[in-house]
């Protein structure tokens, strides 16, 4: 193989750059070219693709988003749209591909290793909803981003003595308000993977209120729903008011944190690695610190294990 491709696709996330540079310059280092394809699998299909050289990707390391951009693409989805992504690959000679992204662009990558181009994975979301991975690139920088803003607001709830309803992303996982509730000590956490009734919050809270406690924090995965409904519906029976805060899109965004840019320089260099020894539709992971790679078909009929140990114990410390 002496030439090999890279593409962020689906969301963004801050550490698609730290693993751009390390497919980029691990590929160089072990003597093949590397192309950038950008705005993901859309310029797969209209050829925006341009060879990268090792100060292409340098002063990226730090920076959230993604240099290459990111896209959705419907036609990509078409076999007419793929037929002529392999026609560009082909004409640029390109012969394999890396795919930074979420389980939707593996699925693209997968369809392409199907039509005989080796691709593989590299997970970019900061959900951390990928099955067989322990994290993904993104997960502990949105994290941070998410516990600085928490601190701030548990200033204003502390001296205000109020309720602050805090809503964080993840999609249909509560890894990022699990993990924020722990490190934040959040009084209640609301996750999409065990769900609590409304009435058994508000049984909580009139608890701490019976000992004194006048403050409190409750985080909301936005897979369980809005935190303005929960307000409405905790108002709705205990006439408690509450003040709520949706962070929204300054999850996404942000310079990668140490351990993003070490997991992405791992991944990346791997992920080129397993290109050249001829691996394909596997995606990276990693397991107990270890770099591993899974059967992208495989990893795709599983889903991403919660961790029910963390979720006690956010429990036990927030009694
Ligand atoms: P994510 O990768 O973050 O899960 P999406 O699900 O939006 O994001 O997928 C990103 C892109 O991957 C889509 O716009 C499409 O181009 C491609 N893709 C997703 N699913 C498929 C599929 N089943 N077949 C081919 N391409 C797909």
Redesign the pocket.
Known sequence: MKRIGVLT???DAPGMNAAIRAVVRAGIYRGVEVFGIYH???GLITGNIKKLEVSDVGDIVQRGGTILYT???????TEEG?AIAIEQLKKFGIEGLVVI????????GV?LTQLGFPTIGIPG?IDNDIPETDFTLGFDTALNTIIDAIDKIRDTATSHERRFIIEVMGRGCGDLAMWAGLADGAETIMIPEKKEDIDTIVERLNRGLQRGKKHNIIIVAEGVGSANDVAEAIKARANMDTRVTVLGHVQRGGAPTAFDRVLASRMGSKAVELLLTGEKGKMIAIQNNKIVAHDILDLLTKKHEFNNDLFQLAKELSI
């Open positions: 696709s689906g969301g993901g699998y859309k896209a959705r693409c419907e036609e990509f989805k793929r992204g979420g389980d939707g662009s593996f699925m693209g369809k979301t």
